[in-house]
């Protein structure tokens, strides 16, 4: 297959390794991968934070840039985050519509229909859940809101990562229960969003797990921020950092 | 945390009474960095959330059309907010026919005058209450305290409330707030008929309460209620409740006076099929709830001998013309959005500064005031219009809500009102940033070249964690680092390995 990659802005400017990883796991797995050149940001930021006009043209730009998967210049988008792929199918062509912009809303609508997060990929188009991943640690998973409630991508992750060899899984209490990132909510509402990452991290630790891992990065730097500040040892993994992970070329962090 | 000085030492929250029920006291993170230090709070609200929850989640899952039903009781709301007129005209003839009496109050002002009014001709002095929100909502007792006359609220945790001059926390459970000792204190020092050398036991405070609530019972001529829902077609208005003062109130005394929010009405009996278990399921987590009381006008002989039933719109048309927003109309109250929210769990109701706490009432709110528009708040940083931000849109209470109001996307929509308020207005600070933040976004030149800076500074920086940063950065490195930055951008990353 031809794949896209969206990596997403925020894992494009300051998290990169979660998109390297996609890249490598996908060109591993056989398929013909590209980055295209003209993406940046899937407007989902702005539209929750209330900027909705302002959004627009960060909508027009992503569906510009993703569009040519309408020609058949790839077969499929993937983007390691479960809230950008919740946002363009759940979020852009509503808001294109709302400001008035139906041939936008339409266009968005069809390059989001060929659009998904990572596990979906694997498990439903590509039909994999052993990828022959290598990664000798313990490790809690984090089910993200939007994965769990938006997306529903259930048990998708938990396929993957019990294929992974040499992985041990720990639960994760109360994994349901959001870690209070909510984009600018975490600084609108500083106080509550602490409040709530401090008790996601008690029972991140409370699993004795090295290893934390999610769908998005976003909630992941929430998350490892405050695991890193408590000095807990415990580290944090996008899911495609894992599932990229070999004996050849096992994960190394932060490196790049 | 209190002090004891021999003295009452149950301080009232919040610690002034608000002249405004519907919205009280700071912004939303001001007030919740209040509430967020009180670790008793938290410990009760943790708790009792989570305790709720799970006998919901259970209770729930054993009915094999709980989706089907969620979904009725979504069409029927909407159904509802489509005719509202009609319905309401309806009901008033269907009263009217039975011997009620129907008014219409545009506002708070308004109810309280049409109520006050009965109270007062029927000369008296005291009248007992069922739990309601639509009364809570227009500040009725202290309208008759005005007036010299007594409301008791008759539902424990309501009796606790208001014995204390608290503010109600949460929806269903208004004194979630409290625990047994201050519930014993508040009892033994405002009760005035509390039992000498009263204990903290469960068992001890409800039957100290109970004789002071069945002697008001006993010799009430009026009795206040609200109502959970009407029928058009029938008439019929209906109280669910479980400790059966509800029932008192609504047999005993010689005249009955419900106040009722205009969403309230339902088309036709048949509808009650669904809400009736929609709602003890939802919110208490029982299959049923241990009273539901019904009754349609008069019937000689048989409860009340005076009806009147009063429509409260205070707000409500107002919200209905929002395309979007009018779905927290079809709230019924159940309060499950509450129970799952993690920020009310975390903050808890009072940081709302609302009768209506948590994540409906971040909806409903600013919609019953008006946001963004004339004669309504202004901005995101007037105390309502903060609500709408008191979310992580986590989705939990979209999940959780009987009647799948889309809690989240109707945030959004609120944040989106209250930024762009009719008319404009300068921009502000944020305005600025986000205008800005939307063309680097709108950009995968720009964006790259942001990813480039990211890397400068990673190789500055060693890749290390950062530990703190400046404002508005400080809001984040207050309890979090900032995970080390890349040394290399992922443009530089792609362009450098070539295309295979
Ligand atoms: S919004 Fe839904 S969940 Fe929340 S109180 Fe109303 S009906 Fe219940």
């Given at each position: 297959m031809r794949?896209?990659?969206?990596?997403?802005?925020?894992?494009?400017?300051?998290?990169?390794?979660?998109?390297?990883?996609?890249?490598?796991?996908?060109?591993?797995?056989?398929?013909?991968?590209?980055?295209?050149?003209?993406?940046?940001?899937c407007g989902q930021m702005h539209v929750n934070t209330g900027y909705g006009?302002?959004?627009?043209?960060?909508?027009?730009?992503?569906?510009?840039?993703?569009?040519?998967v309408l020609d058949g210049r790839w077969d499929a988008i993937v983007a390691p985050s479960g809230s950008c792929v919740a946002s363009a199918r759940h979020q852009q062509a509503d808001v294109a519509r709302r400001h008035g912009d139906g041939p936008l809303a339409h266009t968005a609508e069809q390059v989001a229909a060929r659009t998904y997060e990572l596990s979906e990929l694997l498990v439903d188009v590509l039909g994999v859940t052993d990828v022959g991943a290598w990664f000798p640690h313990t490790v809690t998973y984090h089910p993200t809101?939007?994965?769990?409630?938006?997306?529903?991508?259930?048990?998708?992750?938990?396929?993957?990562?019990?294929?992974?060899?040499?992985?041990?899984?720990?639960?994760?209490?109360?994994?349901?229960?959001?870690?209070?990132?909510?984009?600018?909510?975490?600084?609108?509402?500083?106080?509550?969003?602490?409040?709530?990452?401090?008790?996601?991290?008690?029972?991140?630790?409370?699993?004795?797990?090295?290893?934390v891992t999610a769908g998005d990065w976003s909630c992941l730097l929430n998350i490892a921020g405050a695991l890193d500040r408590r000095r807990t040892g415990v580290r944090a993994a996008h899911l495609a950092e894992i599932l990229a992970s070999t004996r050849d070329e096992p994960w190394q962090g932060a490196a790049l | 945390m209190s002090t004891y000085l021999g003295m009452p030492t149950v301080r009232p929250h919040p610690d002034t009474p608000p002249a405004a029920p519907l919205r009280w006291g700071p912004s939303f993170p001001q007030a919740a960095r209040q509430t967020l230090r009180d670790e008793q709070l938290r410990a009760n609200l943790r708790t009792a959330t989570r305790t709720i929850r799970d006998k919901r989640r259970r209770v729930t899952a054993e009915l094999g059309d709980w989706e089907q039903l969620r979904d009725a009781g979504a069409a029927i709301k909407a159904d509802v907010m489509s005719r509202l007129p009609e319905l309401l005209i309806e009901l008033e003839a269907n009263v009217t026919a039975r011997g009620g009496v129907v008014h219409w109050a545009r506002d708070a002002a308004e109810a309280n005058a049409i109520?006050?009014?009965?109270?007062?001709?029927?000369?008296?002095?005291?009248?007992?209450?069922?739990?309601?929100?639509?009364?809570?909502?227009?500040?009725?007792?202290?309208?008759?305290?005005?007036?010299?006359?007594d409301a008791v609220e008759t539902d424990l945790a309501e009796r606790i409330v208001q014995l204390a001059g608290d503010m109600p926390s949460h929806i269903l459970v208004p004194a979630i707030h409290r625990n047994r000792a201050e519930i014993q204190e508040i009892f033994a020092h405002r009760m005035g008929d509390a039992p000498p050398g009263l204990s903290d036991e469960p068992r001890a405070l409800a039957m100290a309460a109970r004789a002071h609530l069945r002697a008001r019972f006993l010799r009430a001529e009026v009795a206040i209620s609200g109502a959970n829902l009407a029928i058009a077609e029938t008439g019929t208005v209906a109280v669910v409740e479980s400790e059966g003062n509800g029932r008192m109130c609504l047999t005993l005394p010689r005249v009955l006076v419900t106040a009722m929010g205009i969403e309230k009405?339902?088309?036709?009996?048949?509808?009650?099929?669904?809400?009736?278990?929609?709602?003890?399921?939802?919110?208490?987590?029982?299959?049923?709830?241990?009273?539901t009381s019904m009754w349609t006008g008069v019937t000689p002989g048989d409860g009340p001998s005076e009806f009147h039933l009063?429509?409260?719109?205070?707000?409500?048309?107002?919200?209905?013309a929002d395309e979007l927003g009018r779905q927290a109309l079809h709230c019924i109250r159940c309060s499950a959005c509450l129970n799952v929210c993690p920020v009310y769990e975390h903050t808890g109701g009072h940081a709302y500064g609302s009768v209506y706490p948590g994540p409906i009432g971040a909806i409903l709110t600013p919609q019953l005031l008006g946001l963004g528009d004339e004669g309504g708040p202004f901005g995101a940083h007037d105390p309502t219009g903060s609500l709408p931000f008191a979310s992580t849109l986590c989705g939990a209470c979209y999940e959780a809500c009987p009647v799948k109001i889309d809690i989240p996307s109707a945030l959004i929509h609120l944040r989106e009102r209250a930024l762009h308020p009719d008319g404009g207005h300068p921009p502000t600070a944020t305005d600025l940033a986000m205008g800005a933040a939307a063309r680097v976004l709108a950009s995968g030149r720009l964006l790259r070249l942001a990813g480039r800076a990211a890397a400068l500074v990673g190789r500055v920086t060693g890749g290390r964690p950062i530990h703190r940063l400046p404002w508005p950065g400080s809001l984040w490195t207050r309890v979090r680092d900032v995970p080390g930055l890349p040394r290399r951008s992922l443009s530089a990353w792609w362009r450098d390995r070539g295309s295979r």
């Open positions: 794949i896209a990659v969206f990596a997403t802005c925020l894992v494009g400017t300051v998290m990169p390794r979660a998109a390297t990883a996609t890249v490598r796991l996908l060109e591993r797995l056989g398929h013909t991968v590209d980055l295209p050149a003209g993406q940046a940001c006009p302002e959004a627009m043209g960060v909508i027009r730009n992503h569906v510009r840039a993703f569009a040519p809101c939007h994965s769990m409630r938006l997306l529903r991508v259930g048990d998708r992750p938990g396929l993957l990562l019990g294929a992974v060899e040499g992985l041990e899984l720990r639960e994760l209490g109360e994994a349901e229960q959001c870690c209070g990132f909510g984009g600018t909510f975490a600084l609108k509402n500083a106080e509550t969003s602490a409040a709530m990452v401090a008790d996601k991290a008690d029972e991140i630790v409370a699993t004795g797990a090295e290893v | 109520v006050t009014g009965i109270v007062r001709a029927a000369g008296a002095r005291e009248v007992v209450k069922v739990k309601s929100m639509a009364t809570q909502e227009i500040g009725l007792n202290d309208a008759l305290a005005a007036v010299g006359v009405v339902l088309p036709t009996f048949a509808d009650l099929e669904v809400f009736l278990q929609l709602l003890p399921r939802s919110s208490t987590g029982e299959r049923m709830n241990p009273y009063v429509l409260l719109d205070n707000g409500r048309t107002r919200a209905l």
